[in-house]
């Protein structure tokens, strides 16, 4: 049974502050990963993906994998309210197999 | 970036009746796509994924003959929920994966209620 783990929250933090979380994945031979942002009510969007270890910058996010720990992270800097929202980490093994998705943490940045 | 769009985005029937919803994938073609349903509060559940020009794979626990999809081309999934029920409202929400990146990308969802 393929599972990614992460903590549910809900996490706080101030506005400006660096919000990190946090996913671990069981299957040894996932090659993709992604992190989804999911308002309340809404559909998720994808914010970031990452396929090999070491770090990914895009603007205030930050992605980290590191395959070896089946580790991943994404690490948003200057928290705004607007980035209140549920954090999706998803796992893909290879080729069309279904991501799978943890239960998501949910992040609200306090202003 | 990638867009997928959904429709309808809300729909109201009554009991019975068959609803059909449309994802298609706008600048990108997807040789799959993927069927979920989320209920408020919960996590996503994958209902099925659909490949073009072949039979959709479905989870365990979701009826195939009521749950019908059809992916008939690169860019289009058709998921009709046949003889709705109260029990089948829910939000409903479909995903592409790009061929060339192998990222997938949601649409904005059907919001479906039965009464």
């Known amino acids: 049974q393929k599972e990614v783990e992460q903590n549910s929250g809900p996490l706080s933090v101030p506005e400006g502050a660096i919000a990190s979380l946090n996913c671990t994945y069981s299957?040894?031979?996932?090659?993709?990963f992604f992190w989804y942002r999911q308002y309340s009510g809404k559909s998720p969007e994808l914010i970031m993906s990452?396929?090999?270890?070491g770090d990914k910058e895009d603007g205030r996010f930050t992605a980290q994998l590191n395959k070896a720990s089946q580790y991943v992270s994404l690490l948003i800097r200057d928290s705004q309210p607007s980035d209140s929202a549920t954090y999706l980490c998803?796992?893909?093994?290879?080729?069309?197999?279904?991501?799978?998705f943890g239960k998501g943490t949910r992040l609200s940045v306090i202003a | 970036g990638a867009v997928v769009s959904q429709h309808p985005s809300w729909v109201i029937c009554k009991s019975g009746t068959s609803v059909k919803i449309e994802c298609r994938s706008l600048?990108?073609?997807?040789?799959?796509m993927f069927w979920y349903r989320q209920f408020p509060k919960q996590s996503l559940m994958l209902m099925a994924t659909s490949n073009e020009g072949s039979k959709a794979t479905y989870e365990q626990g979701v009826e195939k003959d009521k749950f019908l999809i059809n992916h008939a081309s690169l860019t289009l999934s058709t998921l009709t929920v046949t003889s709705a029920h109260p029990e089948d409202s829910s939000f409903y929400i479909c995903s592409a994966r790009d061929i060339g990146s192998y990222e997938q990308y949601f649409g904005p969802g059907t919001r479906l209620t039965v009464t």
């Open positions: 998803a796992v893909n093994s290879a080729g069309n197999t279904p991501l799978v």
């Open positions: 600048d990108f073609q997807a040789t799959t």
């Open positions: 990452i396929y090999s270890n």
């Open positions: 299957d040894r031979v996932s090659q993709s």
